[in-house]
């Protein structure tokens, strides 16, 4: 799903224009993106947990090059589904 079938679903489910929706979409993200960059943890109720998790540098070596490349450290987005939506997720039947 992307950004502007989000917009497009919360439009359909709860009837308001499409810029209102586009605005409360970008907020939202705006706010877990700036809480995120601040080092906080975000919780969502039966949703997850999205947080950040340093990286520790390290050399990889490419087989088909040969030469070791040095990759820094660095950060990455983590996400944790809340026990609710992993029960959810589990008790869906597939097609």
């Not at 975000?42 to 050399?59: A, L």
């Not at 490349?69 to 039947?93: D, E, R, Y």
């Amino acid at each position: 799903m992307t950004k502007p079938e989000i917009i497009t679903h919360i439009c359909e489910e709860n009837a308001i224009s499409r810029q209102d929706a586009t605005n409360i979409v970008e907020a939202m993200f705006e706010i877990i993106k700036d809480f995120l960059e601040r080092g906080e943890k975000v919780k969502i109720r039966n949703f997850g947990n999205f947080f950040i998790r340093s990286k520790n540098g390290r050399t990889w070596h490419n087989p088909e090059t040969g030469p070791e490349v040095v990759i820094p450290g660095h950060k990455v987005v983590m996400f944790s589904p809340s026990p609710a939506m992993k029960k959810s997720l589990n008790n869906i039947t597939s097609d």
